[in-house]
């Protein structure tokens, strides 16, 4: 059962509710004062002695005495990373995990792990509309809707003594949410754009002022924009119908999904792998002519999954000349063979997914090669890559690639008469998380996290390394928790507030335990599982856990996620953006690091 400890006496300068003065004992029996004056005499002198044989305390994987701590030992302090604490009213940024990119710190060159959470001075002060990671490079949106980039990825080759900030590459285009890729950042503004630029400086160039994307209306034709680096917008190739805009994005590998407010659902193929195995849901669409000087001309192409092409590639265990012949199908059409897939404009547009074509979607979500969306109903359709089953079709469906969208059952294993409809889909790398909803006709509800896919590292949650899981299994620790509610009188269950998987294999959630905290202030509790090679688990440990746990630093108890109203919130250039905000914090679990930012509620 999970045990919620009281939340009313919290410290007002720590970021999570601090421990009672007294500790228990392993045994559990509270430690108290020595009685006998000849006992605490002995017992001084034996501490006095311990501490002195102890002083310098050796962790298993640290270097030995008397050898210099590596430069990337996580108890350096160099003034970028201080311990969690400090000032109720100031929004930090909390980081932990590698910093090998300067991506959770880029002023602590020096730093190349972190092993529990530690606080960035580099976002001080700042709340930001959305912020997403990438191995070597991240980019973040602050208040006024601008973009920012930064990371060694980011910058290039260029010296450790280089000021590696978050540099501005986007102004004034309202950008509200952003996703990243290994090349590429994609950003969304209010008004329904979408924009794309490059995740690399030498790709970036100077670009002209043009008309900024408000919600209402542009201000740029009045006196123009200031120039930032080079970006071109992607739009629909089918035409939207009056009002309706593009309100969701999410990115995987080589695609990006997006949805309309309409309930229509897109895919622009990013490079000429965006269809390996099926993650677009279709073959066939068009570019941009690169021979033509208009952009009016189109050139017709074709991507081809691996598993159409070559449906025998992995039947195999030696290697197999390919087939001579003149009706081989090949991964990519000819006239896409000599085309450069690098530039920004090698895909102008959207394409309608033909399968889902009058199906209502209220959520997309993509995994490095596979894609989801979730019906107005609570259904989950998915297709994509199935190696690991992250699809979730089940053990009976052994295929590794799902070309056209199918519908993962989540009712398996439920009595009759139960209902069951997913109300939340969270997916990264070669996981995929469902939180669903079940009802059997009594007043108490119960809410499950399923998950599916590669396991190997613990990511399922479910106590097990399984490096394939078809079927959705229940991730334990998260499922079916229940309070009592006053309100209604019966229990109630406590859902996921919201849930981060990152593409390395590890999970961030946080349980929505403050909407119904009472009186005092509450918090979300957060957990972390999965892949801990980086110590991006925040435990200090490097080993992989496979079970839910709640982050508890030295400092005090466990990790709870606020929600509050900011009195000053800045921009990333240092300016006063808006006075008495209601931000939250909200986890980001990254590439081998996990971060926790302020955002604007």
Request: charged fraction near 20%; aromatic fraction near 6%; include cysteine.
């Given at each position: 059962?999970?045990?919620?400890?009281?939340?009313?006496?919290?410290?007002?300068?720590?970021?999570?509710?601090?421990?009672?003065?007294?500790?228990?004992?392993?045994?559990?029996?509270?430690?108290?004062?020595?009685?006998?004056?000849?006992?605490?005499?002995?017992?001084?002198?034996?501490?006095?002695?311990?501490?002195?044989?102890?002083?310098?305390?050796?962790?298993?994987?640290?270097?030995?005495?008397?050898?210099?701590?590596?430069?990337?030992?996580?108890?350096?302090?160099?003034?970028?990373?201080?311990?969690?604490?400090?000032?109720?009213?100031?929004?930090?940024?909390?980081?932990?995990?590698?910093?090998?990119?300067?991506?959770?710190?880029?002023?602590?060159?020096?730093?190349?792990?972190?092993?529990?959470?530690?606080?960035?001075?580099?976002?001080?002060?700042?709340?930001?509309?959305?912020?997403?990671?990438?191995?070597?490079?991240?980019?973040?949106?602050?208040?006024?809707?601008?973009?920012?980039?930064?990371?060694?990825?980011?910058?290039?080759?260029?010296?450790?003594?280089?000021?590696?900030?978050?540099?501005?590459?986007?102004?004034?285009?309202?950008?509200?949410?952003?996703?990243?890729?290994?090349?590429?950042?994609?950003?969304?503004?209010?008004?329904?754009?979408?924009?794309?630029?490059?995740?690399?400086?030498?790709?970036?160039?100077?670009?002209?002022?043009?008309?900024?994307?408000?919600?209402?209306?542009?201000?740029?034709?009045?006196?123009?924009?200031?120039?930032?680096?080079?970006?071109?917008?992607?739009?629909?190739?089918?035409?939207?119908?009056?009002?309706?805009?593009?309100?969701?994005?999410?990115?995987?590998?080589?695609?990006?999904?997006?949805?309309?407010?309409?309930?229509?659902?897109?895919?622009?193929?990013?490079?000429?792998?965006?269809?390996?195995?099926?993650?677009?849901?279709?073959?066939?669409?068009?570019?941009?002519?690169?021979?033509?000087?208009?952009?009016?001309?189109?050139?017709?192409?074709?991507?081809?999954?691996?598993?159409?092409?070559?449906?025998?590639?992995?039947?195999?265990?030696?290697?197999?000349?390919?087939?001579?012949?003149?009706?081989?199908?090949?991964?990519?059409?000819?006239?896409?063979?000599?085309?450069?897939?690098?530039?920004?404009?090698?895909?102008?547009?959207?394409?309608?997914?033909?399968?889902?074509?009058?199906?209502?979607?209220?959520?997309?979500?993509?995994?490095?090669?596979?894609?989801?969306?979730?019906?107005?109903?609570?259904?989950?359709?998915?297709?994509?890559?199935?190696?690991?089953?992250?699809?979730?079709?089940?053990?009976?469906?052994?295929?590794?690639?799902?070309?056209?969208?199918?519908?993962?059952?989540?009712?398996?294993?439920?009595?009759?008469?139960?209902?069951?409809?997913?109300?939340?889909?969270?997916?990264?790398?070669?996981?995929?998380?469902?939180?669903?909803?079940?009802?059997?006709?009594?007043?108490?509800?119960?809410?499950?996290?399923?998950?599916?896919?590669?396991?190997?590292?613990?990511?399922?949650?479910?106590?097990?390394?399984?490096?394939?899981?078809?079927?959705?299994?229940?991730?334990?620790?998260?499922?079916?928790?229940?309070?009592?509610?006053?309100?209604?009188?019966?229990?109630?269950?406590?859902?996921?507030?919201?849930?981060?998987?990152?593409?390395?294999?590890?999970?961030?959630?946080?349980?929505?335990?403050?909407?119904?905290?009472?009186?005092?202030?509450?918090?979300?509790?957060?957990?972390?599982?999965?892949?801990?090679?980086?110590?991006?688990?925040?435990?200090?440990?490097?080993?992989?856990?496979?079970?839910?746990?709640?982050?508890?630093?030295?400092?005090?108890?466990?990790i709870m996620l606020r929600k509050r109203r900011a009195k000053v919130v800045r921009d990333l250039r240092g300016g006063v953006w808006r006075r008495g905000v209601d931000i939250e914090q909200v986890a980001?679990?990254?590439?081998?690091?996990?971060?926790?930012?302020?955002?604007?509620?």
């Amino acid at each position: 059962m999970f045990r919620r400890r009281t939340i009313t006496a919290l410290n007002s300068r720590r970021w999570f509710s601090h421990r009672s003065g007294l500790r228990r004992s392993p045994t559990g029996l509270v430690r108290g004062v020595a009685v006998a004056t000849s006992v605490a005499a002995a017992a001084a002198a034996t501490t006095v002695a311990f501490q002195q044989a102890i002083a310098g305390s050796i962790h298993s994987d640290s270097a030995p005495p008397g050898v210099p701590a590596a430069a990337g030992s996580s108890r350096v302090n160099p003034g970028a990373i201080v311990k969690v604490g400090g000032d109720e009213e100031e929004l930090r940024l909390l980081v932990w995990g590698s910093n090998r990119s300067r991506i959770i710190s880029p002023d602590a060159s020096d730093v190349t792990q972190i092993r529990t959470p530690a606080v960035a001075s580099f976002l001080q002060d700042v709340a930001l509309r959305d912020l997403a990671v990438h191995a070597t490079h991240a980019v973040c949106v602050d208040g006024r809707g601008d973009v920012y980039q930064w990371g060694d990825g980011f910058f290039g080759q260029r010296s450790a003594s280089d000021n590696r900030k978050p540099v501005l590459t986007l102004q004034g285009k309202n950008i509200t949410r952003v996703q990243v890729t290994e090349s590429r950042v994609f950003a969304l503004s209010a008004s329904g754009k979408v924009y794309v630029i490059s995740a690399q400086t030498p790709q970036q160039s100077a670009s002209a002022p043009t008309p900024s994307s408000t919600l209402w209306w542009g201000t740029g034709w009045l006196w123009g924009e200031k120039a930032g680096a080079q970006h071109s917008e992607i739009v629909p190739a089918q035409t939207l119908a009056w009002g309706e805009r593009i309100i969701s994005i999410a990115a995987g590998r080589d695609h990006l999904l997006a949805l309309t407010s309409s309930g229509r659902t897109f895919v622009h193929p990013i490079t000429k792998n965006a269809n390996t195995h099926g993650q677009l849901g279709f073959r066939k669409f068009d570019i941009p002519d690169p021979s033509s000087e208009t952009s009016a001309s189109r050139l017709h192409v074709e991507l081809t999954p691996r598993a159409v092409t070559d449906p025998y590639s992995r039947s195999s265990r030696y290697a197999r000349e390919s087939s001579s012949s003149a009706t081989a199908l090949l991964p990519v059409s000819e006239n896409l063979i000599g085309v450069d897939d690098t530039n920004l404009k090698f895909s102008d547009r959207f394409f309608e997914v033909p399968a889902l074509r009058g199906v209502r979607i209220v959520q997309i979500a993509a995994g490095s090669r596979c894609s989801f969306v979730r019906t107005d109903t609570g259904r989950v359709l998915g297709w994509g890559a199935n190696d690991y089953g992250q699809i979730g079709l089940g053990g009976n469906v052994t295929f590794d690639t799902i070309t056209v969208p199918t519908e993962v059952v989540l009712w398996r294993g439920t009595l009759s008469g139960t209902r069951t409809q997913c109300i939340d889909m969270n997916v990264g790398g070669d996981l995929a998380f469902f939180t669903v909803e079940r009802v059997d006709g009594t007043a108490i509800r119960n809410v499950e996290v399923l998950s599916c896919g590669n396991g190997q590292y613990g990511g399922l949650g479910n106590a097990l390394f399984n490096n394939a899981q078809s079927v959705p299994v229940r991730t334990k620790a998260v499922s079916g928790l229940v309070e009592f509610s006053e309100k209604t009188n019966n229990l109630q269950p406590i859902e996921p507030h919201a849930l981060s998987v990152s593409p390395d294999g590890h999970v961030l959630l946080a349980l929505d335990t403050h909407s119904r905290a009472g009186p005092g202030r509450g918090g979300r509790d957060l957990l972390a599982w999965g892949t801990n090679y980086d110590y991006q688990v925040g435990n200090g440990k490097r080993a992989s856990i496979a079970v839910p746990t709640t982050l508890e630093p030295e400092e005090g108890d466990r990790i709870m996620l606020r929600k509050r109203r900011a009195k000053v919130v800045r921009d990333l250039r240092g300016g006063v953006w808006r006075r008495g905000v209601d931000i939250e914090q909200v986890a980001i679990a990254g590439y081998g690091n996990s971060l926790v930012y302020w955002r604007i509620a």
